[in-house]
């Protein structure tokens, strides 16, 4: 997979790709079908793996040539020793998890950076539809209230200050929308919400 | 899906000694394999498949018996033409161990040392020892590396063994509802099943051939307490339950329950066809397995020389060789940055799982083997 097959296929992928240094360790929670880690892989040299729980993710991730690790990420990753990651990617998947904290904290533990994407609750169409009286529905939230995914809801602002207590720094913070950032009131306009975080250094 | 059809099997004898890790060897041995599809060119395309305790080099096809009756190989879901295993791309090979009573040198034959039957005297033999026998066996065939060493169970023992003994002759292990080492509840199992075969009045030492018996009875238990820890208590449930074969209790010890039916046909089945020398054997092997023994118990070491990218598959309700094992092989990998995928399928049958057809484990199994095929021949599917 070239960067061009993947900014057509996954243009938000393609985006945070670009923070992700040449030949580094590299961790994606929620893989999905793999096809980050495979750009990953064969244009950035990188050596990967993946974490998923979807048996329907598995065989697509083993047929790409990805590393890829069948397991529930409330698990925690007691498989991974400290520091074993240049960066941990956990893009899209934080929001349906319930343990949110705790997983931070293992990202914190496992890696020396992170990036983390999640849909941006306070994008304006959710705004209007809250201002209206109704949970949102729109294309980086596609569900209703009641058959979600997606437990956990939260705005750019609130994730800095979860990711600051469990001890990760955020160097940069990007709202995407449709795959491409948002200068300009990014906590209204972007949909996608992208931190890039370091682990903190004990002072 | 089709099978492979009619198959047989060849056999090679080995007259140089086969040493062994107790200290003893074997003088000559000769093994009983198959082979399926065609080995290419460049000699790229071979993948072994080890047995596990009561299985054989059978593994796919089906031998046509003189009344008609088929014999079909223990893994013909995973290996044939099409199938995950794919015999239109791969040379199969299906080796018999050592100790084994399907064909290779086991107990039941001739120790040339006396002239007499083996018996309790045929020496035990380890996982590493059955790798240098099919390494041999490789090397006869003309294969310096495989494509993959595959296994299920026991087998799976003997594909990580590979990976770690001969580092440089696997491209792929494939480690199949497996441990890198039975716990202490494991041992308990196979010594009750060993203390069943070892105080059947017709052991006679192990010598039973001299007295024209078997330890029908012992191996009969043996196998009952086997089978038990293959299924799950939920599969036994769905299976049997409480059932009752004749509608109500018959106050005696004939058979009241449905699944005390079961294991009773079950065992006699066994001991008809199986050699109680080599289920002590096989039960050692299993017993005796742990690589990280010699690395200070710790696995990563252990693995540390490894170079083959690793595929781990577990089931959920396997309580014999439980997902845990296998996660702690995929986490000792992770650890030497090894190419490890690791599927845990959820389903309901046990340890038997693995040589059933659960769609979710053929397909991961498939499209490994589809990636290997792919890397094979530069990228191109």
Known sequence: MNFRELITHRPDLAFIAHWVRNESHVLDLGCGDGVMLEYLQSDKRCLGYGVEIDDGKIPLCVNRGVSVIQQDLEAGLAMFVDNAFDTVLCLSALQMMKNVEGILADIARVGREAIVSFPNFAHWPHRLALLRGRMPVSKSLPYEWYDTPNVRCATIKDFEELANRVGLEVLECVALQDGKPVTFLPNWRGSLAVFRLRKKIAA | ?381
């Open chain 2, 1 to 381: 899906m089709s099978t492979i059809g009619i198959v047989s099997p060849q056999s090679m004898h080995f007259p140089e000694p086969l040493p062994l890790r107790s200290g003893a060897s074997l003088s000559d041995y000769t093994l009983m394999y198959e082979t399926y599809g065609t080995l290419n060119a460049d000699r790229s395309n071979a993948v072994l498949i080890c047995h596990a305790l009561n299985a054989s080099h059978h593994v796919a096809g089906v031998y046509e018996g003189v009344d008609g009756s088929r014999n079909v190989g223990w893994w013909d879901n995973m290996v044939g033409p099409g199938k995950p295993v794919d015999t239109n791309r791969f040379f199969v090979i299906g080796v018999n161990n050592p100790g084994s009573c399907f064909g290779s040198t086991g107990p039941m034959h001739i120790n040339p040392a006396t002239g007499k039957p083996y018996g309790a005297d045929f020496p035990v033999v380890t996982v590493e020892d059955w790798v240098l026998a099919q390494a041999r066996l490789a090397d006869r065939l003309g294969i310096g590396q495989f494509a993959a060493v595959m296994g299920g169970s026991l087998g799976g023992m003997q594909a990580l063994a590979w990976s770690i003994i001969f580092p440089e002759r696997v491209r792929h292990s494939i480690v199949i509802a497996s441990t890198p080492k039975l716990s202490a509840q494991n041992i308990a199992f196979n010594d009750v099943a060993r203390q069943a075969i070892l105080t059947d009045p017709d052991f006679h030492g192990g010598d039973y051939y001299a007295h024209g018996v078997v330890p029908r009875r012992g191996l009969r238990v043996a196998r009952m307490v086997g089978h038990i820890t293959y299924l799950s208590d939920d599969s036994m449930a769905e299976k049997f339950g409480r059932s009752l074969r004749n509608g109500d209790f018959q106050f005696g010890y004939g058979i009241d329950f449905e699944i005390e039916s079961y294991l009773r046909y079950q065992g006699d089945k066994f001991s008809e066809y199986f050699d109680a020398n080599t289920y002590l054997l096989i039960t050692k092997a299993l017993d005796y397995f742990d690589p990280a023994r010699g690395h200070g118990d710790d696995l990563a070491a252990a693995l540390a020389g490894t170079r083959s990218e690793f595929l781990l598959v577990s089931f959920t309700t396997d309580w014999r060789f439980s997902p845990e094992r296998s996660r702690e092989i995929v986490q000792a990998l992770v650890k030497n940055k090894r190419r490890v995928s690791y599927a845990e399928i959820d389903a309901p049958h046990g340890h038997d799982a693995f040589l059933l057809e659960d769609p979710r484990y053929m397909t991961v199994v498939k499209s490994y083997y589809d990636r290997i095929w792919h890397d094979m021949n530069g990228g191109r599917a």
